[in-house]
């Protein structure tokens, strides 16, 4: 079953596997309130190429946050 997040939300207590393949537990391991989680299907995926060049463009305001 999914569940939809809403602005406000908590965010559901989960592991992930990150791509250096270390486990991240979200959100007890998040180094700060907001954090950022991104799906990446693959650099064959036109969109996922597109979105990621747009977090890259945009690291230095992320950071700011």
Known sequence: MTT???PGDT??????QSAD???INLPADSETPL???L???G???PFCRRLLA???ERRDAFKEL
């Not at 965010?11 to 992930?16: E, G």
């Open 35 to 37: 954090t950022l989680v």
């Open 43 to 45: 650099h064959w995926w």
């Open 11 to 16: 965010f559901p207590s989960m592991t992930l």
């Open 39 to 41: 799906f990446y299907r």
């Open 4 to 6: 939809k997040l809403n």
């Open 21 to 23: 393949g270390t486990s």
């Open 54 to 56: 747009g977090f890259e």
